[in-house]
């Protein structure tokens, strides 16, 4: 499902891919448990979800392709899905700071980040400008851990 291939030859983030993939994988066996569960009576909304997820999936996997993975991992992220059956990953940097990444089902993703300087936020595609951008706001919280 993942794509494990990007990793093979990155020993340094292997760990990190390997646990964030199972986090990823966790999250989605709890979802579609508990969306079976609150949505018995109304199959077509589950349904709506569950492509909302496969959607979301495919652009993470999509941005994963492009983005730097060493810097993706330098800290490891959480996992969560929204009720809507988007994929939510946030970076926790130092008190105060953070970064919060949302795939749409759109193709879009929705962006954020807050340190104790500066805050940024967007909605974009996923493009060269929107993974730079990104990169960035991760290379600055994972500095502040250190």
Known sequence: MMIDTLVKDKALIKGEFDEFQNELLDSFSFFNSE???IYSDNIDLK???LL???DSNKYLE???KQVDLDIFFKLTPEVSIDDDGEISIEWFG???SRCSLTFGSNGMIYFAAIDQDSSINFKKFINKESIFIFENEIEKISKSVK
């Open 94 to 96: 130092k008190i105060g």
């Open 35 to 37: 969306l079976s569960d």
């Open 52 to 54: 909302n997820l496969s």
């Open 62 to 64: 999509r941005f994963l």
């Open 47 to 49: 349904e709506k979800i």
